[in-house]
């Protein structure tokens, strides 16, 4: 959430960032009004609480004659102070109530629009001429089925639409994938981290994915927990509640964990083979720091996707996101998008957030720096979202007889193979 103190201080502010996202405005001044009732109750219950305790003093002391008019006094102010205090808890409530439900603050260098809006920032590697080369590239489910990689009829046919199988090689290219991803990032100084894939409802609130997303998110009704779409969550939460010291940070992890997602709003969408499921696995970066290195750490979490990218030997660009089109969470996002041949088209792999003090300030996730108690930064940043990826390896280093080329990266995650050989039928 946002600090009451900046909507008080500069509410226009607050009115461009929710028009920038396309989202309500007017819940601005709602917030504002609830803000101004919940202060002036609780000063007028204080104020209540003051006198009656006042009166208290003074009816031992009082007179017979007094003390039946202060009687009279003290009853009328109970039932004040019990108004007020009903006002005042009524008023507060629905200011946390209206601040849960307003995004972040957007960065002001973030480009305004919708999903189409987005700024190219650079592009890196060579797209391949598959014409030139003398062959039409098969998309990823043909080659995953050549390979015996890949099996979505099953994945139907157990669990439904938009679930799947890794099979032999496509299980092995997952683990490598997986390890490969852990082992940079270890390499970069995070802490590797096994997740809880089911969360409290305070954790997924926290972290901002029951506002906009929770059509896409999964509940467990009998058990009030939540299937996690990412590790950010659980990593988000992992500090809830805690007051860290300032020479602790920067506290950065990398957490692998499944992910379950609903795409409720994506009917239709990529419904071909493993680009589009509603559960993967993932490997996420995610940082923890001072308010005033969240730009240059996001910058940081950039550099890690575009090294692996770079070392996966993928062409992808880098994109500014339009405000239009960022979570609830973040001030701003970069996304990563490879190159996807049968798509012909850029495609997100890596996305990476600076949440600034959004999700901590809902978690209560606080730092001391001497005598100063504060909300710190969180960010996050996907290292490796599995089946994306994989999509984006079989297509980008196909051949022309069905076989896929390993990037070096690879080889020693999977026993020193080159190339991935379609089986026999």
């Not at 004040?80 to 209206?98: F, G, N, P, W, Y």
């Not at 439904?160 to 997952?174: C, H, I, K, M």
Request: net charge negative; hydrophobic share 40%; proline share 4%.
């Amino acid at each position: 959430m946002i600090d009451l103190r900046l909507l008080r201080e500069d509410p226009d502010r607050v009115r461009a960032s929710q028009r920038a996202r396309g989202e309500d405005v007017a819940l601005v001044d709602s917030l504002l009004s609830a803000d101004e009732r919940r202060r002036s109750s609780g000063v007028r219950f204080d104020e209540l609480r003051a006198e009656q305790k006042q009166l208290g003093k003074l009816i031992p002391k009082a007179t017979a004659d007094e003390k039946a008019e202060l009687l009279k006094r003290a009853e009328q102010l109970k039932a004040d102070v019990k108004t007020a205090d009903a006002e005042r808890d009524a008023a507060d409530a629905e200011t946390q109530e209206l601040l849960l439900r307003l995004g972040n603050l957007v960065h002001p260098d973030v480009p305004v629009g919708g999903e189409e809006d987005f700024v190219t920032l650079e592009t890196h590697g060579t797209i391949r001429d598959f014409g030139v080369e003398g062959f039409e590239p098969k998309d990823h489910l043909e080659l995953g089925q050549l390979l015996g990689a890949i099996d979505v009829e099953r994945g139907a046919k157990v669990s439904g639409s938009r679930f799947y199988f890794l099979t032999g090689v496509g299980a092995l290219l997952e683990l490598a994938l997986v390890n490969a991803a852990i082992a940079q990032a270890t390499a970069a100084g995070f802490t590797p981290m096994l997740t809880p894939a089911l969360v409290r409802p305070q954790s997924m609130a926290g972290t901002g994915f029951l506002g906009q997303a929770a059509q896409d998110v999964y509940h467990l009704d009998k058990d009030d927990l939540y299937l996690v779409g990412t590790s950010e969550v659980p990593l988000a939460a992992y500090h809830m509640d805690e007051i860290i010291d300032a020479d602790r940070l920067p506290l950065r992890y990398a957490g692998f964990s499944p992910c379950f997602r609903r795409e409720a709003g994506s009917h239709g969408k990529d419904t071909r083979g493993i680009f589009r499921v509603h559960q993967f696995d993932k490997v996420e970066m995610f940082s923890y720091v001072a308010p005033e290195d969240s730009q240059a750490e996001h910058q940081r979490l950039l550099e890690w996707e575009k090294q692996w990218l770079t070392s996966l030997e993928l062409p992808f660009r880098v994109i500014d996101v339009a405000s239009g089109d960022l979570g609830a969470s973040a001030a701003r996002k970069y996304d990563c998008e490879a190159w996807i041949p049968t798509q012909g088209k850029y495609r997100e792999l890596t996305s990476t957030s600076d949440c600034t003090e959004f999700q901590s300030r809902r978690l209560s996730i606080r730092v001391r720096d001497g005598k100063q108690v504060k909300p710190l930064a969180t960010l996050n940043g996907t290292l490796c979202a599995v089946p994306r990826t994989i999509v984006a390896i079989l297509e980008n280093h196909q051949q022309a007889d069905g076989s896929v080329r390993v990037p070096e990266v690879l080889r020693p995650y999977l026993g020193g193979r080159e190339v991935l050989e379609p089986v026999a039928r």
